[in-house]
């Protein structure tokens, strides 16, 4: 690399930096529709709420001019002020009303950001005649400040456009009212250098007014940058939070809220060792029933299976490793650390027991057949982390609980049991305020294929 391209590259890299600091993060990539309308419906009521501040503003500018005193006669001098008022109500009840009921176009809404200003300036214009003063004595009239807030009301939604014709129309306003005053007061002859002398009297100070340009100009671009900012944070912001959304229909609201809200890049392998239960429900006999019935009527079935059990387990604290087919994985103190996995598992499986015989019941009333589900748990130490690659993560559990309730699914059978825990789990929930409500008979000292050495196991439902 040529040292004329090296500097290049670094300019490029500075420039980008620069610009990343004053307008902030870029929008990654292109926002999906349904972002884009979430934006636009914030957009919507934002634009409700912006004519219902109008609304109140020019109430309070009529209020304001009903009570100030009026200095001319009515019959020598014609009053604008109260037209321009009422045109100005009509205006905005016809947008409070177009607002309410469809989206308002982009030409309608910049009317709106000039009719803003025309009013306060036209206002502030119609001083030096209610009075009976000089163009220049219109000049000092705090009213001005109101031009801020008419800029600041366009931050409502959330688009630096409206904020910069907003300001750039208050600024032009306030610089023919300027010439006016200029021209048809004394002329030049009305303007001076001394500050005194211009506080005290009819005199125009140039500076003073251009400061208050100056003023409405760097107010504008400031509110406009961080509007563009804050547009970007809310854009990115609404993108994460719509991704950890759709996360949560492939993975458990916990793991999508982990992946959402690391603080930095999840690596394969990083894990935490954790005490917890895993639970191990299973659809028995869905392998045949698969190859016997059309595909439509078997992932009917199986839906129709996990929307029963996943919500049981969901709501006692468990958290869904993985859909395993037929079979459901679900842990307990893994994704969320807690102080009675066991017994919440164990809650849980007593739930999905009860829930299974409503469904065998429903199916009859049917004339289906009913299913027979199988539950099976352990607990014990679990490693609980990220596995795979970089460009495939999955959260898992890994360790002894997780292969043994695997493993006593299958030795379920033998033991004529719906539900089958260790012995281990069964007391460890004992411990944790675990209360029982259905008979438990201990299988003591038992073979349990693939697992070294006897276990204890309890029967909490045999099989029917």
Excluded at 222 to 235: C, E, P
């Amino acid at each position: 690399m040529t040292p004329n391209s090296q500097r290049i590259g670094h300019i490029s890299i500075m420039l980008k930096t620069i610009q990343r600091t004053i307008l902030g993060e870029p929008i990654a990539g292109t926002l999906p529709a349904r972002v884009q309308s979430a934006i636009q419906r914030q957009q919507d009521q934002s634009e409700v709420l912006i004519a219902c501040v109008q609304l109140f503003l020019v109430i309070t500018f009529s209020i304001l001019y009903a009570l100030s005193p009026k200095t001319f006669s009515a019959n020598t001098m014609f009053a604008p002020v109260p037209y321009a008022l009422v045109g100005y109500l009509i205006f905005t009840l016809t947008r409070l009303f177009l607002a309410v009921k469809w989206r308002l176009p982009g030409w309608f809404l910049s009317l709106s950001v000039i009719a803003d200003m025309f009013l306060l300036m036209f206002l502030i214009w119609s001083f030096h005649i209610q009075y009976q003063q000089s163009p220049a004595f219109y000049l000092k009239a705090p009213t001005l400040l109101y031009v801020f807030i008419f800029i600041a009301l366009r931050a409502l939604r959330f688009d630096m456009r409206y904020i910069l014709l907003a300001g750039v129309t208050a600024a032009s306003g306030w610089l023919v009212l300027l010439g006016y005053a200029v021209h048809y007061g004394d002329g030049m002859s009305s303007i001076t250098r001394d500050y005194v002398l211009y506080t005290m009297s009819h005199k125009i100070l140039l500076g003073a007014e251009f400061d208050k340009v100056i003023s409405i100009i760097v107010v504008t671009f400031l509110l406009a940058l961080v509007i563009f900012r804050a547009r970007r944070l809310l854009v990115n912001s609404v993108s994460q939070a719509t991704a950890a959304e759709d996360l949560s229909r492939f993975f458990s609201p916990e793991i999508a809220e982990r992946i959402t809200r690391a603080e930095g890049w999840i690596e394969p392998g990083t894990g935490q060792t954790r005490e917890a239960a895993i639970l191990h429900c299973d659809l028995q006999g869905f392998t045949k029933l698969s190859m016997a019935k059309p595909a439509n009527e078997v992932i009917a079935l199986l839906a129709e299976y996990q929307a029963r059990l996943v919500p049981i387990i969901q709501k006692n604290g468990g958290t869904i490793d993985k859909f395993l087919g037929d079979g459901i994985l679900a842990t307990f103190g893994a994704a969320v650390e807690t102080d009675q996995y066991s017994a919440e598992c164990l809650n849980a499986l007593e739930q999905l027991i009860d829930e299974t015989h409503v469904w065998a019941e429903e199916r009859r009333a049917m004339g289906l057949d009913p299913q027979v589900i199988r539950f099976t748990a352990a607990s014990g130490t679990i490693l609980f982390g990220a596995v795979g690659d970089k460009s495939r993560l999955e959260y898992t559990v890994i360790g002894e609980p997780v292969n043994l309730a695997a493993k006593l699914d299958k030795h379920a059978k033998i033991e004529r049991a719906q539900a089958l825990v260790t012995l281990h789990c069964f007391e460890e929930a004992l411990s944790q305020g675990y209360k029982p409500t259905k008979g438990s008979d201990i299988r003591a000292a038992r073979d349990v294929g693939g697992v070294t050495g006897l276990v204890d196991l309890v029967v909490l439902s045999n099989a029917e």
